[in-house]
């Protein structure tokens, strides 16, 4: 679930509480409400991106993408939706320092390649 889905005033009144009230320290965990309202193939484009792929061209991280039968486009947009990504003017993917470091915390870490991070780079980079 995430806060644009959101229509209810009730229920943005009890996230901006939830947020209000959790410590600075916690920010990480106020960062990660976006990201557990990510789908599964738009999780994977997130941490790809987290973990490899700041300052890289859009269109040749699609690409990769799009080898792996996923739909880069859709999750693409919706990460620059939820504000989790930016996609610059020269085409480069980009975002915040505290949501890279985010991402990067949220690996899974029992089931993380040698490399870390998403699974699309990571697949790729097994074959």
Sequence with gaps: MYLSDKID???W???LDML????????????????DGLYGVEKEIFLDIACFFIGHDQVQASVMWESLNWQPRSA???LQKKS?????????L???DLIRDMGRDVVPKPNHTNLGCGAGYAQLSTH
Excluded at 20 to 35: A, G, M, N, R, V
Excluded at 84 to 89: A, F, G, P, Y
């Design 9 to 11: 005033r009730d229920e």
């Design 13 to 15: 009144k009890d996230y």
């Design 76 to 78: 693409i947009k919706a």
């Design 94 to 96: 980009d975002m915040h």
């Design 20 to 35: 209000q009230q959790t410590p600075e320290q916690d920010i990480q965990k106020c960062l990660q409400i976006s990201y």
């Design 84 to 92: 989790l990504i930016t996609v610059r003017d020269d085409g480069k």
